[in-house]
C-alpha cells in the first residue's frame, strides 16, 4: 500500500516519515493506493523522476505516474526471491537485489537476469 501525505509530497509503508523543511507536527493521509501483496520493501526514483516501488510476497516491481496510477510493472522470477532493493543501471536497466543475495538485471520489456547469484 502506497500512502501519499498531505505535507509535500510523501510517500511511504505508514506514512511516518520525516520531511526536511516540514514544520507540521501532525500528517493526515490523503491517498490510499493499493500497491502490492505484502509489504514494500524499496521505493526509488528514477533521473526522470518515476516512482518504483518493489513488493515482498508479488516480487513485482511497480512504476507509477504522479496520480499513483500504475504505469507499468514487471515481476521477476520466483528463484530469486523478493525485491529487496531497486537500483537505476544504464539506459532502462534496473539493477533488483533480492531476498535470495542475488543481483539482477532486466527492465520492463528485458527479462531479469542474474549477475550475481
Known amino acids: 500500500m502506497l500512502l501519499e501525505c498531505q ?20 500528517y493526515q493521509i490523503v ?11 524499496t521505493l526509488c526514483i528514477t533521473r526522470d523522476s518515476m516512482l518504483l516501488s518493489g513488493g515482498g510476497k508479488d516480487r513485482k516491481i511497480i512504476q507509477w505516474y504522479s496520480s499513483l496510477t500504475t504505469e ?25 537485489g533480492t531476498t535470495r543475495n542475488a543481483i539482477l538485471r532486466g527492465s520492463f520489456t528485458e527479462p531479469f537476469t542474474p549477475i550475481v547469484q
Open 31 to 41: 491517498k490510499q493506493t493499493k500497491a502490492h501483496e505484502g509489504s514494500i520493501f
Open 7 to 26: 505535507v509535500g509530497v510523501a510517500l511511504s509503508q505508514d506514512c511516518v516519515l520525516t520531511l526536511p523543511g516540514a514544520v507540521a507536527e501532525t
Open 72 to 96: 507499468q510493472e514487471t515481476e521477476i522470477p520466483e528463484q530469486f526471491g523478493a525485491v529487496r532493493s531497486i537500483v537505476e543501471g544504464r539506459a532502462d536497466d534496473l539493477l533488483i
